[in-house]
Every structure is written in structure tokens, then in C-alpha cells.
């Protein structure tokens, strides 16, 4: 009777641990989904900086080794993270080893939603493309941790990018406040526009000078066209202006209407209100002057059915008289031939230019809540956003795969440039940044080798053009994003035939309040307050 009485006391202990144990497990769960992982992450944090093992300054970032798992999405041009150059010396300077897993581009979003539905996750999604709606799910409900607090304490190089263009944080801010997961900045003007390039050797054969206005654009376009510019006595095989697509046509030139591209959309952010333009009085204007250059047989006409590579052909030919790209490597051959002008001055007096936002590719980097590490996980990030980091992220080690040229810049060796694989492939097995969607800091000094300085000096045209401020696309919740899907779907399809067929002649101006009316009815309003909304919440 007594040992019975012992057993049961004994199994009576027993149940009464597991259950505590099982209860404490759940509580800290449960904590986590609420939205409690800051605290979380800051206790972690506080933890580990009375630790003497971690170092929040300097290197190494952690005085015993420890080891990160990365999930990792592999573009063509990569070879495997592990055994990338830049990634094996950083791990020397660091003390911290990586177990990569790299999941080629092929196939990789599958990968990557079996990994949160099974929820086994890794310590870090990088180079992930970890979508706004994704981020604010995986956010909400834990399992990407909110990394505000963790950039402020231990990020100092991210932190004061965020200070120098706080228009970063609107487009990666969820509605809840945090920050689950962060995009490449681009520091480099260069590489958020696309250039205007006018034909100079066209310009010299008919006497002519740079236009300034759309009314001299379209004269020096005329000519181009009417009096054999390239003087080979065949009047008919010039194009006086060729573009990639409509989206490109309608963004080419609209800042001189003054109408650009913010939030992702086709929006202006003037004092604080957010005005969606298209059906503004401007955007007729402006739609009536791409329909001149059309009728007239200024602008290409297969414009709107050409295929990407058929636009690529024409300026690689050097056939066309103006259009508008990102760099000048399309067109090499030719590229003595054509020079970076400023946009020109509309019929309202605005000259501005489109421009991407600071902050591109978004999800490129989040932190999961496996992860025993953040704070030696965000410095392990935050090198790369430097100006020593960042070339090094780029560029390598220097006298192995670059060295610096007579101004002071990077570039790569002969070796790499001349090597058969061709240069992305060859950069790719030392630096994962060729193939796109990497946490990098793109800026003037590391940038020698994507910008030449043909390209700079014709961005130098376009800078004083450029918006103070460019907002990238806002971070929607999943109740809000749908309701925006299902708004833009009938809008910009109708939208987008509709400014097709008013540039084409399809549709007679006649028929704009018709488009109005059509565009008010199908919510337009709505749209733009909603966008308002999510602009509004960046400024709280």
C-alpha cells in the first residue's frame, strides 16, 4: 500500500512538471503570435550585450564562433554561397559560420512556402524576395521578428540611412509599425532612372540644338524624320524616337506634365496628399502630345506589340533619334553618338523626372524566430551597408579580384573582365550580387563598374529633375491588399486600354469625360484614400 501510495505521489510530480513544462513552451508561443517579439528580441538583445562573448562594435562580432542557417535563393550567375570568397572572409572577420542553403531561382517560392508552412525555418531568409504581403504575415504571426529596434541599437549603418531618406521607411513598414524585412538601397541615382539619349550626330547633320521644350522636341523630332538625319541619302530608315513599351511611353516624359510615379503607382505626393492622376486634366495633356508624336510617325509604332529584344535591337543598330534607358551598354557600338539630355520643359512650365525609390527589391533579408542570435545576426548584415562593407560585398578582396583605379574607385581586375564565363557569371562565384534581390548598398563609389562615366553624366542632367522624395509601394495589410487587388484590376486594365487607344487615335478626346465618368465609377476614389491611408501611417 505504501509503495502504491509512493508510485502515484511520485507520478502525481511527475504530471505536474511536464504540464508546467508544456504551459511555459505554449506561453512563450503564444506571446510570439500576439505580437510580443520585440520584447522578446529585446531581452535576447540585452542578454547577449552583458554577454562578453558578443561584441556590438568592431570586429569580431562574436569573441566564440557561433553558426547561422540561411536560406538562400540562387540565381544563375551564383556559384554556391559556401564557397564564395567574400563569404569564406567574412566569416573570418566575423567568428561566425554560415550553413548555406542555396535553392536555385527555378522552383525557389515553392521552396520557400513549404518552409513557412511547415514552419522550419532557418536563421535568416536572405536574397529571399520576401514580398510586402508575405512579410506582414509572417510578421503578424511571428515567425519573422521585427528588426526596428534591433537596426537602432546594433545597426548604426542602416540606422543613418534610414535618417538620411526616411521616405525608405514608408515602403517597408507594416501597418503594425515594425519592420520584418529589408530591401537593397540604392544610394546610386544612376540606377533608379532612365536616361534620355538624343541622337548627337543626328543633331550635328541637320544643324540642330538640344530641345528644351516638348514644342522643340517635337521640331527637332520632324526633322529627324523628314531630312535624312543620318545623311545616307535614304530619308525613310530613321526613327525620330522608339520606346520599350506603353508603361515606359507613359513614364518617359510625364514629369514634364508634371506627373510621376509614386507609392508604385501612378500618383503624386504633393504637401501630404496623395493625388492619383490619372484622370487629371494634366494627364489628357499630356496623353494628347504622345498622340501628336504618334499620328505624326514620331514615336515607333510597334511600340505597343514589339517584343523587348526587338527595342533592344533598334538602339543597339543606332537607328533611333531619342529614347530612353537606364545605362548606355545596349547601344556600345553607338554610344559616341548619343548624349544625355535634360527632360524637357512642358507646356505648364514643369520639368521633372520619374525616378525608382532609394529602396528596391523588396524582402531581400528578415530574421526568423529561430534565431538565438539578432543581434550579432543584424551587425553580420549591417558591414555590408557601409562604404568599406559595401565595396568589399561588390568587389571582393582588393589585389585578388580588384584593385582601385587613379580616382579612387573600384574596379575589377583583368582577369575577371576578360574571363570566357563572361563577368556576371565570374563576379557571381565570388559575391552573390549579380542575378538582382541582394541586402546591398549600391552607391557613387562602388558602383564604377555598372557606371560609366557616359551614364553618370547623363544622369547629371537628370538629378536636378529628380523628386526630393520617392516613395516605394506600401506595405498593405492582407485585408487591405486585397481590396486594392481587387480595386486595380478593373481600374488599370481599363486604364491601360483606354491610354492606349488615346495615343493611337482609337478613342477621340471627345470621349475623356466619358473616361472619366467610367474611371469615378469604378472606385477610383477609394483607391486614392486608401493610398492616402497607408502614407499618412508613415508620417505617425
Given at each position: 500500500?505504501?509503495?502504491?501510495?509512493?508510485?502515484?505521489?511520485?507520478?502525481?510530480?511527475?504530471?505536474l512538471?511536464?504540464?508546467?513544462f508544456?504551459?511555459c513552451?505554449?506561453?512563450?508561443?503564444?506571446?510570439?503570435?500576439?505580437?510580443?517579439?520585440?520584447e522578446?528580441?529585446?531581452?535576447?538583445?540585452?542578454?547577449d550585450?552583458?554577454?562578453?562573448k558578443?561584441?556590438?562594435a568592431?570586429?569580431?562580432i562574436?569573441?566564440e564562433p557561433?553558426?547561422?542557417?540561411?536560406?538562400?535563393r540562387?540565381?544563375?550567375?551564383?556559384?554556391?554561397y559556401?564557397?564564395?570568397?567574400?563569404?569564406?572572409?567574412?566569416?573570418?572577420?566575423?567568428?561566425?559560420?554560415?550553413?548555406?542553403?542555396?535553392?536555385?531561382s527555378?522552383?525557389?517560392?515553392?521552396?520557400?512556402?513549404?518552409?513557412?508552412?511547415s514552419?522550419?525555418?532557418?536563421?535568416?531568409?536572405?536574397?529571399s524576395?520576401?514580398?510586402?504581403?508575405?512579410?506582414?504575415?509572417?510578421?503578424?504571426?511571428?515567425?519573422?521578428?521585427?528588426?526596428?529596434?534591433?537596426?537602432?541599437?546594433?545597426?548604426?549603418n542602416?540606422?543613418?540611412?534610414?535618417?538620411?531618406?526616411p521616405?525608405?521607411?514608408?515602403?517597408?513598414?507594416?501597418?503594425?509599425g515594425?519592420?520584418?524585412?529589408?530591401?537593397?538601397i540604392m544610394?546610386?541615382?544612376?540606377?533608379?532612372?532612365?536616361?534620355?539619349?538624343?541622337?548627337?550626330?543626328?543633331?550635328?547633320n541637320?544643324?540642330?540644338?538640344?530641345?528644351?521644350?516638348?514644342?522643340?522636341?517635337?521640331n527637332?523630332?520632324r526633322?529627324?524624320?523628314?531630312k535624312?538625319a543620318?545623311?545616307?541619302?535614304?530619308?525613310?530608315?530613321?526613327?525620330?524616337?522608339?520606346?520599350?513599351?506603353?508603361?515606359?511611353?507613359i513614364?518617359?516624359?510625364?514629369?514634364?506634365?508634371?506627373?510621376?510615379?509614386?507609392?508604385?503607382?501612378?500618383?503624386?505626393?504633393?504637401?501630404?496628399?496623395?493625388?492619383i492622376?490619372?484622370?487629371?486634366?494634366?494627364?489628357?495633356?499630356?496623353?494628347?502630345?504622345?498622340?501628336?508624336?504618334?499620328?505624326?510617325?514620331?514615336?515607333d509604332?510597334?511600340?505597343?506589340?514589339?517584343?523587348?529584344?526587338e527595342?533592344?535591337?533598334?538602339?543597339?543598330a543606332?537607328i533611333?533619334?531619342?529614347?530612353?534607358n537606364?545605362?548606355?551598354?545596349?547601344?556600345?557600338?553607338?554610344?559616341d553618338?548619343?548624349?544625355?539630355?535634360?527632360?524637357?520643359?512642358?507646356?505648364?512650365?514643369?520639368?521633372?523626372?520619374?525616378?525608382?525609390?532609394?529602396?528596391?527589391?523588396?524582402?531581400?533579408?528578415?530574421?526568423?524566430?529561430?534565431?538565438q542570435?539578432?543581434?550579432?545576426?543584424?551587425?553580420?548584415?549591417?558591414?555590408?551597408?557601409?562604404?568599406?562593407?559595401?565595396?568589399f560585398?561588390?568587389y571582393?578582396?582588393?589585389?585578388?579580384?580588384?584593385n582601385?583605379?587613379?580616382?579612387?574607385?573600384?574596379?575589377y581586375?583583368?582577369?575577371?573582365?576578360?574571363?570566357?564565363?563572361?563577368?556576371?557569371?565570374?563576379?557571381?562565384?565570388?559575391?552573390?550580387w549579380?542575378?538582382?534581390?541582394?541586402?546591398?548598398?549600391?552607391?557613387?563609389?562602388?558602383?564604377?563598374?555598372?557606371?560609366?562615366p557616359?551614364?553618370?553624366?547623363?544622369?547629371?542632367?537628370?538629378?536636378?529633375?529628380m523628386?526630393?522624395?520617392?516613395?516605394?509601394a506600401?506595405?498593405?495589410?492582407?485585408?487591405?491588399?486585397?481590396?486594392?487587388?481587387?480595386l486595380?484590376?478593373?481600374?488599370?486594365t481599363?486604364?491601360?486600354?483606354?491610354?492606349?487607344?488615346?495615343?493611337?487615335?482609337?478613342?477621340?478626346?471627345?470621349?475623356?469625360?466619358?473616361?472619366?465618368?467610367?474611371?469615378?465609377?469604378?472606385?477610383?476614389?477609394?483607391?486614392?484614400?486608401i493610398?492616402?491611408?497607408?502614407?499618412?501611417?508613415?508620417?505617425?
Amino acid at each position: 500500500m505504501k509503495k502504491s501510495t509512493k508510485a502515484l505521489l511520485l507520478l502525481l510530480v511527475m504530471i505536474l512538471l511536464v504540464s508546467t513544462f508544456v504551459a511555459c513552451s505554449n506561453s512563450g508561443k503564444e506571446d510570439v503570435g500576439k505580437g510580443n517579439v520585440n520584447e522578446v528580441v529585446t531581452n535576447v538583445a540585452e542578454e547577449d550585450q552583458e554577454n562578453p562573448k558578443f561584441n556590438a562594435a568592431d570586429f569580431p562580432i562574436v569573441n566564440e564562433p557561433i553558426t547561422l542557417k540561411i536560406f538562400a535563393r540562387k540565381a544563375p550567375p551564383n556559384g554556391p554561397y559556401a564557397e564564395m570568397l567574400v563569404f569564406k572572409e567574412y566569416e573570418k572577420m566575423t567568428n561566425m559560420k554560415i550553413e548555406w542553403e542555396d535553392v536555385p531561382s527555378e522552383g525557389f517560392q515553392e521552396r520557400k512556402n513549404l518552409l513557412f508552412a511547415s514552419n522550419e525555418l532557418p536563421d535568416v531568409l536572405y536574397k529571399s524576395g520576401i514580398t510586402q504581403l508575405e512579410a506582414v504575415r509572417y510578421g503578424s504571426n511571428g515567425m519573422l521578428i521585427p528588426l526596428e529596434q534591433l537596426i537602432e541599437q546594433y545597426a548604426p549603418n542602416i540606422q543613418s540611412l534610414f535618417e538620411k531618406y526616411p521616405e525608405i521607411l514608408s515602403s517597408i513598414t507594416a501597418p503594425d509599425g515594425h519592420i520584418y524585412a529589408l530591401p537593397a538601397i540604392m544610394d546610386l541615382e544612376a540606377a533608379r532612372t532612365n536616361k534620355f539619349w538624343i541622337n548627337t550626330s543626328w543633331l550635328a547633320n541637320l544643324n540642330l540644338q538640344v530641345p528644351t521644350t516638348s514644342d522643340e522636341l517635337i521640331n527637332v523630332l520632324r526633322a529627324f524624320k523628314e531630312k535624312d538625319a543620318n545623311g545616307n541619302g535614304d530619308p525613310k530608315d530613321e526613327i525620330p524616337m522608339i520606346q520599350w513599351d506603353l508603361p515606359n511611353v507613359i513614364s518617359s516624359m510625364s514629369g514634364s506634365w508634371g506627373l510621376l510615379n509614386q507609392m508604385g503607382y501612378n500618383l503624386n505626393v504633393e504637401n501630404d496628399k496623395v493625388d492619383i492622376w490619372m484622370t487629371d486634366d494634366r494627364y489628357k495633356q499630356y496623353l494628347m502630345f504622345l498622340n501628336q508624336l504618334y499620328t505624326e510617325d514620331l514615336l515607333d509604332k510597334t511600340v505597343f506589340t514589339q517584343k523587348p529584344s526587338e527595342f533592344v535591337g533598334k538602339m543597339a543598330a543606332g537607328i533611333a533619334g531619342t529614347f530612353h534607358n537606364q545605362a548606355n551598354d545596349p547601344f556600345t557600338n553607338h554610344k559616341d553618338s548619343y548624349m544625355g539630355i535634360a527632360p524637357v520643359v512642358g507646356p505648364n512650365g514643369d520639368q521633372l523626372t520619374n525616378a525608382q525609390p532609394i529602396a528596391r527589391d523588396f524582402g531581400t533579408f528578415a530574421i526568423t524566430s529561430n534565431n538565438q542570435h539578432p543581434e550579432a545576426t543584424i551587425r553580420w548584415l549591417d558591414h555590408f551597408f557601409s562604404e568599406e562593407g559595401s565595396i568589399f560585398f561588390r568587389y571582393g578582396i582588393e589585389g585578388e579580384t580588384f584593385n582601385y583605379n587613379g580616382d579612387g574607385l573600384p574596379e575589377y581586375t583583368d582577369e575577371i573582365l576578360k574571363d570566357e564565363r563572361g563577368i556576371g557569371v565570374t563576379i557571381g562565384q565570388f559575391s552573390p550580387w549579380p542575378g538582382g534581390g541582394s541586402p546591398q548598398y549600391v552607391t557613387l563609389k562602388n558602383a564604377s563598374a555598372i557606371n560609366p562615366p557616359e551614364v553618370q553624366e547623363a544622369q547629371d542632367k537628370l538629378t536636378p529633375y529628380m523628386p526630393k522624395s520617392v516613395y516605394g509601394a506600401p506595405v498593405f495589410d492582407e485585408n487591405t491588399a486585397k481590396e486594392v487587388d481587387t480595386l486595380r484590376q478593373d481600374i488599370d486594365t481599363y486604364y491601360t486600354e483606354s491610354s492606349a487607344k488615346f495615343i493611337t487615335g482609337s478613342i477621340s478626346f471627345d470621349k475623356w469625360d466619358e473616361y472619366v465618368s467610367t474611371m469615378e465609377s469604378m472606385n477610383i476614389d477609394q483607391l486614392e484614400k486608401i493610398y492616402q491611408e497607408a502614407y499618412d501611417l508613415t508620417k505617425q
